[in-house]
């Protein structure tokens, strides 16, 4: 069975650091992408980054762009997420998901372009960030 396991969430001050990571089991990153979600209390979901496995090709909302970065290490089926310079805006619940097709990774990665609603094929448990100010 696939499983997305998503951790490293916790609370932290304005301006700090946190390092998210997001570890597949039950597929092997091929030619697929992985994104990150938040969920804020009384908020829709907000697709955050999404980076693809095989060409590396990565998105990025606005609202973190510049301070968030997106990493993926293949070897060990895991996807980072480094949150720099946070705000008490990014209080959230993160989720993972992953999409294995059958678009290219890059493809499903380039539809947080252009839509809000992206598909993916599984998601991961949530892990709480809480910004303090």
């Known amino acids: 069975d696939v499983q997305l396991q998503a951790f490293g969430g916790g609370l932290v001050q304005t301006g700090g650091f946190l390092r998210l990571s997001c570890e597949a089991s039950?597929?092997?990153?091929?030619?697929?992408?992985i994104g990150w979600f938040r969920q804020a209390p009384g908020k829709e979901r907000e697709g955050v980054s999404c980076i693809s496995s095989s060409d590396g090709y990565t998105y990025y909302a606005d609202s973190v762009k510049g301070r968030f970065t997106i990493s993926s290490d293949n070897a060990k089926n895991t996807v980072y997420l480094q949150m720099h310079s946070l705000k008490p805006e990014d209080t959230a619940v993160y989720y993972c998901?992953?999409?294995?097709?059958?678009?290219?990774?890059?493809?499903?990665?380039?539809?947080?372009?252009?839509?809000?609603?992206?598909?993916?094929?599984?998601w991961g448990q949530g892990t709480l960030v809480t910004v303090s100010s």
């Open positions: 039950g597929f092997t990153f091929d030619d697929d992408a």
């Open positions: 998901a992953a999409d294995v097709g059958p678009l290219r990774g890059s493809a499903q990665c380039r539809l947080h372009e252009v839509t809000a609603s992206v598909d993916y094929d599984y």
